[in-house]
């Protein structure tokens, strides 16, 4: 009896040590943007992000902005770089462009997925890729 359930509760416990590392927080649009460009870029492309996808990834929005050039713009997926775009400084439309880009990001992220489930793996770990 105790035997059976020193071993239940150890199996318990691996179990939640395994699921415990596997899991990850998803869902989350970090905003590293700097000027208001940036910012409403990012509120706008979120906002789009949020409406027409499951939110079953983290990305990062960075921003360098430069008085002259305007600011250029990126979005990394996976510490992988999916979007880049230099919104100049006069940028009217900005909303127009961040739903553009958050389209476009979109399908990026679906294209590196099926990659992933579609990469033949059979002698190396994912990791080790």
Known sequence: MIRHWLAT???TLVASFASAQD?????F???DTISHIGHDFYYSFSERLRATSPMDFNLVVRERPSARWGSLV???FQQRLVYRRFLPPNTVELKDEAYEAADQVRMEIVRRKLEVLLQDTTD???DEI
């Open 23 to 27: 899991d990850e927080m998803l869902g």
């Open 9 to 11: 509760l150890v199996l």
């Open 74 to 76: 990126t979005v990394e």
């Open 124 to 126: 190396l770990e994912r």
């Open 29 to 31: 649009i970090i905003d």
